[in-house]
C-alpha cells in the first residue's frame, strides 16, 4: 500500500549510469549482527462472513502494509514491527532495534521480507534483521518496493531507481526526473510510475515513455500476467482514484462504478484486487467489472482498510488499526 503525502525536498540526483535489469548478476548477501528483541502479541481470532477470518490487533500499534510471497505474508506498523502469516496464524517478528519508520514493505516470492524506513532498507533472512545501506540518494525510503525474486530489490525515488547489488542498493537513472513512486517488472521489462501520469518502461536498458491520458500521480503497479499490467493514481478530487489497465498495448481507465477513494492495490499473476476504506473489490476480466469480495455489511462500522496482498492459497487484507483479515482463495 502506498499513502498519498506531501512530497519531500530532495537535492537534484548527480549523473549516475543506464540501468539495464539484465546486465549485473545480484550477489548473495554478506550479513552483520544486530541486536533484536522478542514481541509479545497475540492475535485472537474471529469469523466473518463469505470465509473471510479476522484476526484481531495483528500488530498492536496500527498497520501500514502487507506483503504477500507465495506461501507467507507480513504485514508492518509505522514503527518497523512486522508479524508473519504462515498460512493459519500470525506471529510477531523480533522488532529491529534500529530506525525502520515507514510505510512501505516487500516480500519476494519464497518469504524475504523487506521494510522501507529513513535512509535504508531492512532485510529479514528468517533468522535476523539487517541494513542495506542506500547510496546517492535524498528523502525517505517511503514508496513502492520490487522484491522480484530472491536477493532481488528495487527502489524508486525522484528521478532514479536503486538495485540491490550483494549487500547494498546500487542508485541508476530512472528515466526521468519526476517523482517516482511505482515500480514493478513486466517480464524481463522493468516498469516505474510517479509524477504527473507518468510510466517508463526500459527495455534492453532504454527507458521510453509510455501515454497514460492523466496527468495526476501513480502510486503503484502491479503486474498480473505478460503485458497484464495495472496502475493505481490519484483521482481528480481528493475522494476519488484512478484505475489504470494496460490492454492491447494501450493504458485504458477501469475505475470503480463509484467514486470512491482507493487504498491499495494488490494481487499475484491472474488476480488484481483494490480496496477502498471499507470494501475489497477484484477485477472480473468477464464482466470487465470491478466485483466485491468483502463490503462494509460484512465489516461492521469503525473499519478502516489499508493494504491487500495474495498468497497461492490466500487473500490478505489489512485493517488500520492492526487487524488483519484472511481468506482462502476461491478454487
Known amino acids: 500500500m502506498t499513502h498519498a503525502h506531501t512530497p519531500r525536498a530532495r537535492r537534484a540526483p548527480r549523473a549516475i549510469s543506464s540501468l539495464a535489469i539484465s546486465s549485473l548478476a545480484i550477489a548473495p548477501l554478506a550479513f552483520s549482527s544486530l541486536a533484536i528483541v522478542p514481541s509479545m502479541v497475540r492475535a485472537d481470532v474471529r469469523p466473518l462472513a463469505r470465509g473471510w477470518v479476522l484476526h484481531e490487533r495483528a500488530l498492536p500499534s496500527g498497520l501500514e502494509d502487507v ?176 484505475l489504470l489497465h494496460h490492454e492491447g498495448g494501450a493504458w485504458v481507465r477501469r475505475d470503480l462504478a463509484v467514486s470512491e477513494r482507493v487504498t491499495s492495490l494488490g494481487g499475484r499473476a491472474g488476480l488484481a484486487l483494490v480496496t477502498t476504506e471499507t470494501a475489497v473489490l477484484r477485477w472480473d476480466p468477464a464482466s470487465h467489472a470491478w466485483t466485491p469480495e468483502l463490503t462494509a455489511a460484512d465489516l461492521g462500522p469503525g473499519t478502516r482498510l489499508e493494504a491487500v496482498c495474495a498468497t497461492r492459497q490466500h487473500l490478505v487484507v489489512g485493517e488500520a488499526s492492526g487487524n488483519v483479515i484472511v481468506r482462502p482463495l476461491a478454487p
Open 67 to 242: 506483503g504477500c510471497g507465495d506461501d507467507v505474508a507480513y504485514a508492518r506498523d509505522w514503527f518497523g514491527s512486522a508479524a508473519r502469516w504462515n498460512g493459519a496464524s500470525w506471529s510477531p517478528l523480533p522488532r529491529f532495534t534500529g530506525d525502520s519508520y515507514g510505510r512501505t514493505l516487500a516480500v519476494s516470492p519464497r518469504g524475504t521480507l523487506y521494510l522501507g524506513g529513513g535512509d535504508h532498507v531492512t532485510r529479514w533472512d528468517g533468522s535476523g534483521w539487517r541494513v542495506l545501506p542506500l547510496s546517492d540518494w535524498s528523502g525517505d525510503v517511503d514508496d513502492q518496493l520490487l522484491a522480484w525474486g530472491e536477493d532481488s530489490l528495487y527502489v524508486v525515488g525522484r528521478g532514479r531507481i536503486a538495485r540491490l547489488e550483494g549487500a547494498s542498493l546500487r542508485t541508476y537513472d530512472g528515466g526521468t526526473w519526476r517523482e517516482l513512486h511505482g515500480v514493478s517488472a513486466d517480464g524481463a521489462e522493468l516498469l516505474v510510475a510517479g509524477q504527473g501520469g507518468t510510466v517508463m518502461r526500459q527495455r534492453a536498458g532504454v527507458w521510453s515513455r509510455e501515454a497514460t491520458g492523466i496527468g495526476t500521480t501513480i502510486r503503484r503497479l502491479l503486474v498480473t500476467g505478460p503485458g497484464d499490467v495495472w496502475a493505481w493514481a490519484d483521482g481528480e478530487s481528493w475522494q476519488s482514484s484512478i
